[in-house]
């Protein structure tokens, strides 16, 4: 299978920042998608942003101009750059990875998730 480990969470006060880090591990073949996900709680889990395997990017309407999301495609790992925090940002953010992988009776498909960092913005 695929792990998928997660870093870069904390505490920050609004306004500041933060990056979370993505590093996806195993038999890996090729990652076409990678992305974030975030759950606050008594809320529904939703993406934040996503990239394809070249540099198409997207992104929530609520991250936009302060959330850059990027990835190494030589280290499998992807990076999402957080600016401009709000408390509103605050939650358990998830990553989020898809693609094919080795496995003894030959390739398969993965949809791997990490186990989630916080991220907590207040004052």
């Known amino acids: 299978q695929v792990q998928l480990v997660e870093s870069g969470g904390g505490l920050v006060q609004p306004g500041g920042s933060l990056r979370l880090s993505c590093a996806a591990s195993?038999?890996?073949?090729?990652?076409?998608?990678m992305g974030w996900y975030r759950q606050a709680p008594g809320k529904e889990r939703e993406l934040v942003a996503a990239?394809?395997?070249?540099?198409?990017?997207n992104y929530a309407d609520s991250v936009k101009g302060r959330f850059t999301l990027s990835r190494d495609n030589a280290k499998n790992t992807a990076y999402l750059q957080m600016n401009s925090l709000k408390p509103e940002d605050t939650a358990v953010y998830y990553c989020?990875?898809?693609?094919?992988?080795?496995?003894?009776?030959?390739?398969?498909?993965?949809?791997?998730w990490g186990q989630g960092t916080q991220v907590t913005v207040s004052s």
């Open positions: 989020n990875a898809g693609g094919t992988y080795y496995r003894a009776t030959g390739y398969s498909n993965f949809d791997s």
């Open positions: 195993g038999r890996i073949v090729s990652i076409n998608a």
């Open positions: 990239i394809t395997s070249g540099t198409s990017t």
